[in-house]
């Protein structure tokens, strides 16, 4: 486990704060988006609108998010849990959702919940997280903190290596702090208005290593410039 020494007692206002704001200012966005999504997604294929999955939380314990659908029903029986690289799965709305990121709108509801904050590490699939574990010393250190709907490594790893979103998503956890997190806000908001989420080439290498490739082998003290990589973003 990390000896980073975390200070995330402003999370909960901050997190609260947002949630208000952003509704009250933009309420008819909010009731536009909650009516058209879910109508999209049934009219494509009549199947259910949204999607539970477990996750692993803060300090290791699960909890349940939930997300609007995005891939064909009974994804999981046809593949991984996570999504790979131009997988097929994925609906056509799924992919519009995907690229806006859209289809993570329903976990504000973990935030308020108090299980999931705006900014911080991706919440992972039990046995994604329980296996990259295995795979890179420390990783389980990412979760000191409460997931976030976004984040550094969310925003800045590009690839979605294994090894870089545990590079990155420490590295916040050093420069925690409600400033950060609000630059990270925008960077998200325009990622979403500009569709620049959902590059999923790091879940093929990670699923690479699971079936017997070697290893990408990469140094996770490397230091990083975020500030030099706002044009490089992705979803995980």
């Known amino acids: 486990m990390s000896s980073v020494v975390i200070n995330d007692s402003y999370k909960r206002w901050f997190d609260l704060s947002v949630l208000v704001l952003s509704h009250l200012l933009f309420l008819p966005l909010w009731v536009l988006l909650w009516t058209l999504i879910p109508l999209f997604i049934w009219l494509e294929d009549r199947g259910p609108v949204f999607y539970q999955q477990k996750r692993m939380g803060k300090d290791h314990k699960p909890f349940t998010i939930v997300k609007f659908r995005t891939m064909v029903i009974n994804a999981e029986e046809l593949g991984p849990a996570w999504t790979l690289e131009n997988d097929r799965r994925i609906t056509r709305v799924g992919r519009i959702l995907r690229r806006t990121a859209l289809d993570e ?21 039990l046995d ?109």
């Not at 990270?184 to 569709?195: D, E, G, K, Q």
Request: proline content about 6%; glycine content about 6%; overall charge neutral.
């Open 105 to 125: 709108l329903p976990e504000i509801l973990s935030i308020f919940q108090g299980k999931m904050s705006f900014v911080g590490p991706r919440a992972l699939d």
């Open 128 to 236: 994604e997280q329980l296996y990259l574990e295995e795979l890179v010393p420390g990783f389980e250190g990412r979760l000191q903190i409460r997931p976030g709907l976004t984040g550094f490594a969310q925003i800045y790893d590009k690839t979605d290596n294994p090894h870089e979103k545990y590079r990155y998503d420490m590295e916040y956890l050093n420069k925690l702090g409600p400033f950060l997190d609000i630059r990270l806000l925008f960077i998200s908001v325009r990622n979403t208005l500009i569709a620049r989420w959902d590059h999923r080439s790091g879940k093929r290498i990670m699923t690479d290593q699971k079936t017997g490739q070697p290893d990408m082998k990469i140094d996770c003290n490397e230091s990083t410039n975020p500030s030099n990589s706002d044009n490089n973003h992705s979803k995980k």
